[in-house]
């Protein structure tokens, strides 16, 4: 995940895959996902060749989503698959996500934060009421 948000060589080679439009979405993975042992967190970066209805890439933020409860690392619950999926498909689509741990960074806030693509960087704060 370093190379979401490191600097030099791999902020430049962000830039020009924010500038290309390519990318979709970012979704941040739990750390111990893939092993129990893993500290570190992962990230699938989602591409595609097809312009989508709407502007900026999707963030998505799963790195609190995963159940520690079991010895042989993260599991994320087939429920939150289904949602970061059905989000994906709806953003893509046109709709602007507005539930759970999901955003939009728009090219002006990438270019802010140097390109950084770490989906926790353009999270919502919440308000308190």
């Not at 994906?88 to 728009?106: E, F, K, Q, R």
Request: net charge negative; aromatic share 6%.
């Amino acid at each position: 995940v370093g190379v979401l948000f490191e600097s030099g060589r791999s902020g430049r080679i962000r830039q020009r895959i924010v500038k290309s439009g390519l990318l979709d979405a970012v979704i941040s993975l739990p750390a111990g996902l893939f092993t129990a042992s893993t500290h570190s967190r992962s990230a699938v970066l989602v591409f595609s060749r097809t312009h989508r209805a709407q502007p900026g890439i999707l963030m998505i933020d799963l790195c609190d989503a995963g159940d520690r409860t079991t010895r042989s690392g993260v599991v994320l619950d087939p429920s939150v698959i289904e949602q970061t999926a059905q989000t994906y498909h709806d953003w893509i689509n046109g709709d602007s996500p507005d539930v759970g741990p999901s955003a939009v960074a728009a090219y002006d806030d990438l270019a802010a934060n140097d390109f950084v693509l770490d989906p926790g960087r353009y999270q919502p704060v919440a308000q308190d009421a």
